[in-house]
Nanobody
């Protein structure tokens, strides 16, 4: 069974930085892509950033220049570095993994973590 576990959230002052981590556990053979979404209170979940196993990245326009996604294929882990945090970045951040294959041959089209809360105080 594959699970995604996020960490690194917390309470941060505006202007500060934070690094979120998401580790995929299990007998993983490959993951095509991983990414981050966020959901602010009362709003829909939105894509923040994504990265493929080959290192290609994509960002939401609202976070370009402040957020940086990176990954470590050897650890099945993805990171989200957030700079110059703003109160509007307050949200629960969710990790996702796309097309996950295990050594036993199981495959998962999409997996989600349980989320990590980021709160930015003004």
């Amino acid at each position: 069974q594959v699970q995604l576990v996020e960490s690194g959230g917390g309470l941060v002052q505006a202007g500060g930085s934070l690094r979120l981590s998401c580790a995929a556990s299990g007998s993983i053979f490959s993951i095509d892509a991983m990414g981050w979404y966020r959901q602010a209170p009362g709003k829909q979940r939105e894509m923040v950033a994504g990265i493929t196993s080959g290192g290609s990245t994509v960002y939401a326009d609202s976070v370009k220049g402040r957020f940086a996604i990176s990954g470590d294929n050897t650890k099945n882990t993805v990171y989200l570095q957030i700079h110059t945090l703003k109160p509007e970045d307050t949200a629960t951040y969710y990790c996702t993994a796309v097309r996950v294959t295990t050594h036993s041959g199981d495959s998962y089209l999409e997996l989600w973590g349980q989320g990590t809360l980021v709160t930015v105080s003004s």
